[in-house]
């Protein structure tokens, strides 16, 4: 398959539904390190511990150690940090912004019955992940320019209709051929990109403990999300003397929204006091998304317009969860602590996009997905040490590359940290994490052998949350 990397770092397939793309069933698939302070510090190694309302969007079973109604809430800050490698030449930015974790309550209901301890109803709005990027990069001296790309590669009229309406692209209707100035030369390239939105899951689960020796669970998660990108990329070409003689800019605006729903089952296995199993299983969330595109072309004038919305479906892939943890004491020892860890399994070549009016399109799209995305193993551990109403909380996680190549990257390793308190009918929690990643970025193919398309991005994101939670 000849793959053509576009401005976003997408795959334009089809140019009138270009806003499917498989960058953005990455985006809707993978999810972050957010939550409550208690999850983040633990790097989300709750799987097999439970007693925390973000469970309820991991492994729902944990709910079912709550003896006792409870409400909590988290909220704190988001900062994100890119620094550029265009050919030696180095930029950086960054992006900050408020952060909700989660909010949420759980009703306990004590039944008469000595097997069953009891049950769980719990209502929560979790933020699975945080969009918040921006990159500038610039490039010099390059042998080809990107309108010779779109050119020889004859993106259809809606796509091109911006290049040739602002005379950067001419078009002789007879002969059916483009042309532009840009076509020969040297050029220099300036493109920024900023990124923003989140993704964020209503859920309401049911759980049980059973004997205090099983707990099982189910969640129903509602997930809403919301993503903002606007970008900009300037061409100038060059005289003999390097002197600038032509440029365009070029701007694009996205807008996505989605709404999905999907199911989490999971149990938890505590044999002895002192060690617990976990497993859960999420299904695919069944995503229907929006998508509105604007975009215009300055040259020696401007055009631009609204693309028409783009209405369709998005499958994303089952998620398989794993875990075991070793708990020491109780919260009526004086020093306790417990040591967890979480493997998931996910495959995102099994992403799949649904078009009802583009069957082709979307088998094309889908083979794509399929090409360029891999399974992935993701490894949390998580530890606590508790001093009386004291808690110090480390974690590590790392998740692997989705994509099967190595000209995109989108693994990462997280190092956490937190404290809390916690007396008899509330608890205060502070975490942190620090996220950290290289990927590399491909504008599009050059058919120039000199040229280095490449870009090497460095990313890292803090955030630090902090959980106010009351037991009645």
């Known amino acids: 398959m000849k793959k053509i990397f576009l401005l976003a770092a997408s795959l334009f397939l089809v140019g009138s539904l270009s806003a499917q793309t498989i960058t ?80 949420g309550g759980l009703v306990f209901f004590k039944p008469n019955s000595s097997d069953i301890k009891g049950f769980q109803f719990t209502f929560t709005l979790n933020r699975l992940k945080s969009f918040g990027n921006r990159t500038i990069f610039q490039r010099n001296g390059l042998n080809d320019s990107y309108i010779s790309h779109i050119i020889d590669n004859r993106y259809d009229d809606a796509y091109m209709r911006d290049f040739y309406e602002s005379y950067a692209v001419d078009i002789d209707t007879i002969n059916d051929v483009y042309t532009s100035v840009f076509q020969n030369g040297r050029f220099n390239q300036l493109r920024s990109f900023t ?35 606007s970008e900009s990329f300037m061409e100038e070409r060059l005289d003999v003397t390097g002197t600038p003689t032509d440029r365009y800019i070029y701007n694009e605006i996205k807008d996505i929204y989605a709404t999905g729903v999907n199911l989490k089952i999971g149990t938890i296995i505590r044999p002895v006091n002192w060690f617990r199993i976990g497993l859960a299983i999420h299904t695919p969330t069944y995503y229907s998304i929006e998508d509105n595109l604007y975009s215009d072309v300055s040259y020696q004038k401007s055009s631009g317009g609204d693309w028409d919305p783009v209405t369709y479906n998005l499958q994303t892939p089952f998620r398989f969860l794993g875990s075991a943890a070793l708990v020491l004491g109780d919260n009526k020892s004086i020093i306790a602590g417990s040591l967890s860890g979480d493997y998931e399994y996910a495959d995102y070549s099994n992403m799949k996009y649904r078009l009802s009016n583009n069957i082709l399109a979307e088998n094309n799209i889908n083979t794509a997905i399929a090409d360029y995305f891999r399974p992935t193993n993701t490894l949390r551990i998580g530890g606590e040490l508790k001093m009386g109403t004291i808690a110090l909380r480390g974690g590590y996680c790392i998740m692997d590359n989705p994509y099967s190549d190595n000209k995109n990257d989108a693994g990462a390793a997280s190092i956490t940290a937190g404290i809390g308190y916690r007396a008899n009918n509330y608890y205060i929690d502070l975490g942190y994490a620090f996220t950290s990643g290289k990927s590399k970025f491909t504008e599009y193919e050059s058919t120039s052998a000199l040229d280095n398309r490449v870009i090497n991005l460095d990313h890292q994101s803090h955030i630090a949350q902090l959980t106010f939670g009351a037991r009645f």
Do not use: K
């Open 24 to 103: 953005d069933a990455l985006r809707f698939s993978q999810m972050g390190l957010n939550g409550s302070s208690n999850y983040i510090s633990r790097a989300g190694a709750i799987g097999a511990l439970g007693g925390d309302l973000t469970a309820a969007s991991y492994n729902p079973a944990g709910l079912g150690l709550f003896n006792s109604n409870e409400l909590s809430m988290s909220t704190g800050f988001y900062g994100s940090f890119t620094n550029a490698n265009a050919n030696g030449l180095l930029s950086s930015d960054n992006r900050s912004n408020f952060n909700l974790g989660h909010i």
């Open 195 to 229: 990124e923003s939105g989140s993704v964020n899951e209503f859920s309401m689960s049911f759980s049980t403990n059973i004997n205090n020796f099983i707990y099982l669970g189910a969640t129903l998660g509602i997930p809403i999300a919301n993503y903002h990108s």
